[in-house]
């Protein structure tokens, strides 16, 4: 079974910084694009950043300048910088991911980690 696993969310001040880390497991061959969603309470599922295989990046304009995703094929991994955090980005972070194994192509999320920015 594959899984996407989170980790580094955590409470943080206003002007601080986390890394999130997406790690794949199970039996893939590879990662493909992978991207960072976050969902504050009582809004919809928004798109924060992509990085494609061949390291081409996207960005939401909210967070552009301030955010740095980026992606390390051999460790299966993705991981997004969060810089000069605001109240703002508080929310769940999801990792979406794009692999392959023996049974074809597949998509799969991972189960989010919670970015609070509180004074």
């Known amino acids: 079974q594959v899984q996407l696993v989170e980790s580094g969310g955590g409470l943080v001040q206003p002007g601080g910084s986390l890394r999130l880390s997406c790690v794949a497991s199970g039996r893939i061959y590879s990662i493909g694009d992978m991207a960072w969603f976050r969902q504050a309470p009582g809004k919809q599922r928004e798109l924060v950043a992509s990085i494609a295989n061949d390291g081409y990046t996207d960005y939401a304009d909210s967070v552009k300048g301030r955010f740095t995703i980026s992606r390390d094929d051999a460790k299966k991994s993705a991981y997004l910088q969060m810089n000069s955090l605001k109240p703002g980005d508080t929310a769940v972070y999801y990792c979406?991911?794009?692999?392959?194994?023996?049974?074809?192509?597949?998509?799969?999320w991972g189960q989010g980690t919670q970015v609070t920015v509180s004074s």
């Open positions: 979406k991911g794009r692999y392959t194994s023996q049974y074809g192509a597949g998509e799969v």
